[in-house]
């Protein structure tokens, strides 16, 4: 069965500090990935969408970058932080013939003072 | 283009009570619609999801949506509500594609006992 692992599930950093959220997925192969971002009250937003491997489409100008270096792992990264990027933060992933089913992981929550 | 609407941002029932949970959305194309549902500090889960084949779809816990394309609705219903039922439940529409799942800003779940 396919498992999506996220970490850390927990971070407090400074402003100005750099980031690193990781993501991996278990038993799929070639899986599109996904980072959205929750905020209160705002629903999802997708920051950052993934087909293949090295393949990124953002969706939103911002201070974060998405990376993918295998198959299945993909990484959110920033090289400062803003106050503004607090929030939380789910990795997800889908199949290109899933009818646009996704599979979250845990999350993240982010919370840069 | 697409949206979808939650039309209650709360809502409370009593244990044992119907629950309808309301979502209205506006699509170019014949959508997929999903219910996801978020328990505190976790990813979502997919409840159920409607893909142009019966229009009244069965899911997990006892929850079922209906979709009406009339109204353009697909309320999310539950005859009984559990405890266990109180969470964050995010109404979804997709016109396929990769990146073309739109979020509803989430309806908020209370129960009492």
């Known amino acids: 069965s396919q498992t999506i692992h996220q970490w850390p599930a927990t971070l407090v950093q400074p402003v100005g500090s750099p980031l690193s959220l990781e993501c991996t997925v278990e038993?799929?192969?070639?899986?599109?990935l996904y980072w959205y971002r929750q905020a209160a009250g705002r629903g999802l937003q997708l920051l950052f969408y993934?087909?293949?491997?090295?393949?990124i489409s953002s969706e939103v100008p911002q201070n974060l970058s998405a990376s993918r270096p295998q198959d299945r792992q993909f990484i959110l990264s920033s090289k400062k932080l803003l106050l503004s990027d607090s929030g939380f933060y789910l990795c997800?992933?889908?199949?290109?013939?899933?009818?646009?089913?996704?599979?979250f992981g845990a999350g993240s929550r982010l919370t840069v003072l | 283009a697409q949206s979808v609407t939650q039309l209650d941002s709360h809502v409370s029932v009593s244990e044992g009570t119907p629950v309808l949970l309301r979502c209205n959305y506006s699509?170019?194309?014949?959508?997929?619609l999903f219910w996801y549902v978020q328990h505190p500090n976790k990813g979502l889960q997919l409840l159920l999801k409607?893909?142009?084949?019966?229009?009244l779809v069965k899911g997990i816990n006892g929850f079922e949506a209906e979709f009406k394309k009339s109204e353009t609705s697909f309320h999310l219903t539950k005859p009984s509500a559990h405890m266990s039922d109180a969470a964050e439940y995010f109404c979804?529409?997709?016109?396929?594609?990769?990146?073309?799942?739109?979020f509803g800003k989430g309806t908020m779940l209370l129960v009492s006992p």
């Open positions: 699509s170019s194309y014949s959508p997929s």
């Open positions: 979804v529409v997709s016109d396929g594609g990769y990146s073309t799942l739109t």
């Open positions: 038993g799929t192969s070639n899986p599109n």
């Open positions: 409607y893909t142009s084949a019966a229009t």
């Open positions: 993934s087909v293949g491997i090295g393949q």
């Open positions: 997800a992933w889908g199949m290109v013939s899933g009818a646009n089913v996704l599979t």
